[in-house]
């Protein structure tokens, strides 16, 4: 008796107390959420960031926050040299902001005394049709809400007193606030139409209301239990909003398949004419350790994330474990004491359109009829697929790994983004600038003198970069620390602000500190997060790679006891990421339906995309792969050829696959309606993979591949042909689905 036949006896013999204990499990959960509170963890930024973050942490003090508004004439040909108007504005908005010395300090704007608003400097653009107004928000923190309406509301109201000017708001906290917002309503959305498309799929797939609801309950009770859980996690790993999205769609996921995969099984024993004790019990025993080996396979994948040694994605990692561990326990516990307490009324509730083609659990006729036509010619067939993955993957080769700026990752219809591309336009980089954090090797106060020279000559850097450092250069002392804002040239992310990044660490800052041995710096900035994030992710990739590779490999050899079956899997598998891989370039990176998916392209791909992808969708796909190849088996140790038992294990397998690739590439579809382009990338990317692998790979090069090999399939070295009545079976518990 297997760990899944134990398991699913005992939750029988035991209902309430299985049931009863999963739910306490959730209140338990939900009672530590509240129990357990303090601040979260913070992300521990990797290289010369993280040297600045940790330099700014240990002080007493916090940096002020910098807004920024931008002043500019709506009417073509009209300047700071010849608008009245525009002069007025910029004297009102100041005027407008000084009203509330508590609330707002250190203003910079065109309007210096002593000199007048020249094209090019400071504060005016080259072309002297914009001017730039720059403000602190006043502490203390708990008064930053209020200080930043204040401020807002000021820009507000001046704007509506000179309709030909255009003030446009963009800083720390305006591009942040709307960032955050995007990011928390993205997840309001997900959560509205992950759960109801899933429920509206599954009723379709069973053509029963309790059957659909069982896989939809399970999944939203172990996404309560997560959520409620990492906030306790979250106290400890940092784990941000955007893995969050991620946890949810993981969850969704994995919760309905491996439901639906036990739920089917047992339908199917239950119309085989046995009793609901026994198929149960054969439930157990090939689905339920299906889901078993599935799972602890997602978990040990996602695991390869931590090698990256990078903070969001350890943190992901362990949330979207905990999600698939969680899904994993409630498909082999839960789900037995729920099915032995239904029994026959699992089917209650019929769809009547439905009627009972749903709820027979039949094999597939277009999945066996395909498998036929395949295993008849699979050389032809597998050829033809394989070059088709082959051509989606061709345009990966020219994939650039670039982030989304801030200017890029929401669309322009956000007011704070369309304001920070304009002032982009005008001040290059002055939306998110470069922050030199300085301070003295012995940890004591950088003294007033010291820091002027140093904020001069860092000044003086931008007239020698050419054109790489820009200005507004402006300054803040933050405790022993003093912070240099340097607006970079480019748009934040692309290879112009990588140069300027580099130009300003490896030669602006040596050159200025030249005398000051007793000082020591370090630039972080939305730039040098993102470039030091994907040079370590570069570094590691390789390892994260080969955890996972090896993972799989030595999986499937125990699942299976073949040699081939692992090396034809792993094949399979990077054939359909790579085709994922592809589209996504085409379509992001080349810009390509843009209109339809509504979004800007930008001219790369997220950095951390690919290898986010590649170790989910390499998780994701034993789900598919096992089930299938162990029916395959089972059907193969029950003594048909080799090429049947592909036709029928792929027929009695394939339509319950297909069902949960829709569930899950619906699932994933949902992230293209979100609004940044990150989202939309990982849900295209996604769902891609999943329909791709599911038809494609599962449909057509699995039975192909099988059929091509065939006994030699399920040999491992060494020994003989497993099938029952061989003289020398393959040795290792037989795992079926």
Do not use: C
């Not at 600045?52 to 508004?69: C, F, G, H, N, T």
């Not at 309790?210 to 896989?215: D, K």
């Not at 990078?310 to 729920?338: Q, Y």
Request: no cysteine.
């Amino acid at each position: 008796m297997t760990l899944t036949d134990r398991i699913a006896a005992w939750s029988a013999r035991h209902r309430r107390t299985a049931i009863l204990g999963w739910l306490g499990l959730v209140l338990l959960a939900f009672l530590a959420s509240v129990l357990v509170t303090g601040p979260d963890a913070r992300n521990a930024e990797p290289g010369d960031t993280g040297r600045a973050r940790s330099i700014l942490d240990s002080q007493s003090e916090y940096l002020p926050v910098e807004e920024k508004v931008l002043v500019q004439a709506r009417t073509p040909g009209r300047h700071f040299g010849n608008s009245p108007e525009l002069l007025a504005a910029a004297e009102d908005l100041i005027t407008e902001l000084k009203r509330r010395p508590d609330a707002v300090t250190g203003i910079g704007s065109p309007l210096e005394p002593g000199s007048q608003p020249e094209p090019g400097s400071p504060h005016v653009s080259a072309d002297g049709r914009s001017g730039l107004v720059t403000f602190r928000l006043a502490w203390p923190v708990e008064k930053l809400n209020e200080h930043f309406s204040f401020a807002t509301n000021a820009v507000a109201t001046v704007a509506a007193r000179h309709p030909g000017v255009r003030l446009a708001q963009a800083g720390d906290r305006s591009l942040s606030g709307a960032v955050d917002e995007a990011i928390k309503a993205d997840l309001a959305r997900s959560h509205l139409l992950s759960l109801p498309l899933v429920l509206i799929i599954l009723l379709i797939v069973f053509g029963s209301v309790v059957a659909a609801g069982i896989p939809v309950l399970l999944t939203a009770t172990a996404l309560i239990a997560t959520f409620t859980l990492l906030s306790v996690i979250g106290k400890v790993v940092a784990i941000n909003s955007a893995g969050s999205a991620l946890i949810l769609l993981i969850g969704v996921a994995v919760g309905i398949d491996y439901s639906l995969f036990y739920l089917r099984r047992y339908r199917e024993e239950r119309l085989s004419g046995v009793d609901d004790e026994t198929a149960l019990r054969t439930t157990a025993r090939t689905s339920g350790h299906v889901v078993l080996f599935s799972g602890l396979t997602v978990m040990l994948s996602l695991a390869g994330l931590v090698l990256t040694g990078l903070g969001v994605f350890t943190g992901g990692a362990i949330g979207m474990t905990v999600v698939v561990g969680l899904a994993m326990i409630a498909s082999v516990t839960v789900l037995p004491a729920i099915l032995a307490t239904l029994r026959h009324r699992v089917d209650k509730g019929r769809i009547p359109w439905l009627g009972k083609g749903r709820t027979a659990a039949r094999e597939s006729r277009i999945w066996s009829g395909v498998a036929r036509r395949v295993a008849r010619r699979p050389l032809v067939w597998g050829a033809a697929a394989v070059l088709a993955l082959l051509a989606l993957a061709v345009p990966a080769l020219d994939m650039k790994l670039q982030d989304a700026a801030a200017v890029n990752s929401l669309p322009r219809s956000v007011a704070q983004v369309d304001a920070a591309i304009r002032m982009q336009e005008a001040f290059p980089g002055a939306p998110t600038p470069a922050r030199v954090v300085i301070w003295q090797r012995d940890q004591s106060r950088v003294d007033g003198m010291l820091s002027g020279a140093v904020v001069d000559r860092l000044r003086a850097q931008v007239k020698e970069s050419g054109g790489l450092l820009a200005e507004p250069v402006t300054s803040d002392r933050v405790g022993n620390a003093l912070v240099v804002r340097m607006p970079l040239a480019g748009s934040g992310t692309d290879d112009t602000s990588v140069r300027a990044l580099e130009h300003l660490r490896h030669q602006a800052i040596p050159a200025a500190f030249g005398g000051f041995a007793q000082l020591d710096a370090a630039v972080s900035g939305k730039t040098a997060q993102t470039y030091d994030f994907t040079n370590q992710l570069r570094d590691r990739t390789p390892l994260v790679f080969a955890f996972v590779l090896l993972l799989s490999f030595v999986v499937l050899i125990f699942v299976f006891r073949s040699i081939t079956v692992p090396l034809v899997s792993i094949a399979l598998n990077l054939l359909s990421i790579g085709a994922a891989y592809g589209v996504i370039t085409w379509i992001f990176q080349y810009g390509n339906l843009s209109g339809l998916l509504g979004f800007t392209s930008y001219g790369g791909v997220m950095g951390w995309l690919p290898l986010f992808m590649f170790v989910v969708l390499f998780g994701l796909s034993m789900d598919y792969h096992i089930f299938i190849l162990s029916r395959i088996r089972e059907r193969w140790t029950d003594g048909l050829p080799a090429r049947e038992a592909v036709v029928s294990g792929l027929g009695a397998s394939a339509g319950v696959v297909t069902s949960a690739a829709v569930i899950m590439t619906l699932v994933f579809a949902v992230f293209v309606t979100l609004t940044s382009i990150e989202n939309k990338m990982l849900g295209v990317g996604l769902a891609v993979a999943v329909l791709l692998d599911a038809t494609l790979v599962r449909g057509v090069l699995v039975p192909a591949a099988l059929s091509l090999l065939g006994e030699r399939a399920w040999r491992l070295p060494g020994f003989r042909a497993g099938r029952p009545g061989a003289d020398r079976p393959v040795r290792g518990a037989r795992v079926t689905a």
